[in-house]
């Protein structure tokens, strides 16, 4: 079993939907989550990062932690089609280093 | 948020020969630094951890005689594929955390061995 499980995808919605993006980890040890989006070709781009359950948001952005179900979602209101983007999620301990998602390729759609 | 360049973000390169990349932390000081690969369609994988003023860490079964790391000072760290094959071709990208631990990540180097 990985460490971190993310659908692959391909997701695709329309402009304007609100999109949904999860992750599901299984080592207790994570404490900081991250979400990146990713350009073809492209180094992955900091989009939330957040320590503790709840949420975070931040624009058209919200990050949601759920330690206790070791479940982080990433929700994109009103989608453009300049989001299409691979989006990786990302924890770590204490140490800085990362383990990542495979991340979810996302479409969206005129 | 901080700026993590790379260099250069294309190389081609002869089979059996060697290529550097460099990692530059632009606005920040990095005493540590991370490596990646990435294959076309997959996520990152974390290939080592650059230590400034001490050796590099390198995750299970990456080769360390093969992929040589130098954290020459705060600000850069570089990556050096020796006698590259075709099978490293791919997409290495460094980051490095800032002071808050937010993690920033280069733009890529994509590396083509013929």
């Known amino acids: 079993q990985k460490e971190v499980e993310q659908d692959p995808g391909p997701l695709s919605v329309p402009e304007g939907a609100i999109v949904s993006l999860n992750c599901t980890y299984s080592?207790?040890?994570?404490?900081?989550f991250m979400w990146y989006r990713q350009y073809s070709r492209k180094g992955p781009e900091l989009l939330m990062y957040t320590y503790s359950s709840g949420n975070k948001e931040d624009g058209r952005f919200t990050a949601q932690v759920d330690k206790s179900s070791k479940y982080i979602s990433l929700f994109i209101r009103d989608s453009q089609p300049s989001d299409s983007a691979t989006y990786l999620c990302?924890?770590?301990?204490?140490?800085?280093?990362?383990?990542f998602g495979t991340g979810t390729r996302l479409q969206v759609t005129l | 948020g901080a700026v993590v360049s790379q260099h250069p973000s294309w190389v081609i390169c002869k089979s059996g020969t060697s290529v550097k990349i460099e990692c530059r932390s632009l606005?920040?000081?990095?005493?540590?630094m991370f490596w990646y690969r990435q294959f076309p369609k997959q996520s990152l994988m974390l290939m080592a951890t650059?230590?400034?003023?001490?050796?590099?860490?390198?995750e299970q079964g990456v080769e360390k005689d093969k992929f040589l790391i130098n954290h020459a000072s705060l600000t850069l760290s570089t990556l050096t594929v020796t006698s590259a094959h075709p099978e490293d071709s791919s997409f290495y990208i460094c980051s490095a955390p800032d002071r808050n631990d937010e993690q920033y990540f280069g733009p890529g180097t994509r590396l083509t061995v013929t």
């Open positions: 650059s230590n400034e003023g001490s050796k590099a860490t390198y």
């Open positions: 080592n207790s040890a994570f404490q900081y």
């Open positions: 606005d920040f000081q990095a005493t540590t």
């Open positions: 990302a924890m770590s301990g204490t140490a800085s280093k990362l383990t």
